[in-house]
């Protein structure tokens, strides 16, 4: 079964971090389209963060200098470390690898 799976999302606190998780199964990333997404109540889901050919780096303004995406080639797993978190953060983040997407992990930012 083809799969990507969140996992690390939760409570934080402003100015906390969390670091999030995605393990692909039964595929593999698509190396030239791969990253993160989130979706706040009420709002369109948005990119954040993602990988694009050649190991080109985007990031929206609203995370650049608090979120670094990472990924682990053997493991098969992509990561979002999300630093600085604020409540405009809160939201269901999802991870994708073009066409496929996770099922998202809830983050909430709040004292």
């Known amino acids: 079964q083809v799969q990507l799976v969140e996992s690390g999302g939760g409570l934080a606190q402003p100015g906390g971090s969390l670091r999030l998780s995605c393990a692909a199964s039964?595929?593999?990333?698509?190396?030239?389209?791969m990253g993160w997404g989130r979706q706040a109540p009420g709002k369109e889901r948005e990119l954040i963060a993602r990988?694009?050919?050649?190991?080109?780096?985007d990031y929206r303004d609203s995370v650049k200098g608090r979120f670094v995406i990472s990924r682990d080639v053997g493991k098969n797993i992509m990561y979002l470390q999300m630093d600085n978190l604020q409540p405009e953060d809160t939201a269901v983040y999802y991870c994708?690898?073009?066409?496929?997407w996770g099922q998202g992990t809830q983050v909430t930012v709040s004292a």
């Open positions: 990988f694009k050919k050649y190991g080109i780096i």
């Open positions: 994708y690898s073009d066409p496929a």
């Open positions: 039964g595929m593999l990333f698509n190396f030239n389209n």
